[in-house]
């Protein structure tokens, strides 16, 4: 089985680090043109410099994901410079919120919400409208999490939006089926050596210790092993795969 993208235009939002970054990367490597998307222009460029290097195709874009209005533009100026899009990966998301709902604060519940699941939601609409404008096809990777499946004690907001990102992704995927437009979660466990894992380490080492230490693979996933699976999910080797949410997890939510 070869996973070919070529001819294929493919936006990465939230692709400047971490999950996104390799998204960028191995979609390039697979042979899409790549518009990597976040707030950081520097890190962005950075993706876009490594994929030119490697002889790829890619552009940068600034996006805050919370904006609505930047957001149709994203797309708008993906489709100005190569006139379609055929795949879409969201993973801009943050996680700041490893604490009880008792003290969970109100304002991060709002912020979390804001970029985990409204930004998914903006994202997902203007993508899947010009999937549709095109006249159908299309594969849409949501970044959930193994929180979408289940529940961290510490960490109601960050379960809520990743339950939030698979309701989207199943509720679209069969909005738009008959079109050809397939949309998809990826469900990982920890992700070694993503800003986003880095702060729960740092912050709060307590909890993530031992979540690490329960994945029964030994080990937290590399980001490698979930960009491969994102540019599976965007291929049409993955032609008959719609709603679904695949856990990257070494098997930890097999216990
Ligand atoms: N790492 C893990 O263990 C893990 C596990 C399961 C799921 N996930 C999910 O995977 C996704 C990516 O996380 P990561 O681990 O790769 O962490 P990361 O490196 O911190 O990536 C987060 C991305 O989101 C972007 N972002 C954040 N706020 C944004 C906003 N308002 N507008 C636009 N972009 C924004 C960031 O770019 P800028 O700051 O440049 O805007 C960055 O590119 C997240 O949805 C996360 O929940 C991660």
Known sequence: MSVELNDKVALVVGG????????????????????????????????????????????????????????????????????RLDCAVNSAGINEDMVPITDADDALFDRMMAVNCKGTFLCMKHELRQMLRQ???????????????????????????????????????LSHAKQGIRVNAVAPTAVAGTPLIDYGMKHYPEL???????IPAGRPARVDEVARVIVWLCSDEASFVNGHSLVIDGGQLSK
Do not use: C
């Open 208 to 214: 993530m210790a031992p979540y690490i230490a329960d």
């Open 135 to 173: 006249g159908g096809g299309g594969s849409v990777v949501n970044l959930s999490s193994t929180m979408g499946h289940v529940a961290a004690p510490a960490g109601s907001i960050y379960t809520a939006t990743k339950h939030a990102i698979e309701g989207l992704t199943k509720s679209a995927a």
């Open 16 to 83: 400047s680090s971490g999950i996104g970054r390799g998204a960028a990367l191995a979609l390039a490597a697979a042979g899409a043109r790549v518009v990597v998307a976040a707030r950081r222009e520097a890190e962005s460029r950075e993706v876009v410099g490594e994929i030119e290097a490697r002889g790829g195709e890619a552009m940068f874009v600034r996006v805050d994901v919370t904006i609505h209005g930047q957001v149709e533009a994203l797309v708008a100026t993906t489709v100005e410079r190569w006139g």
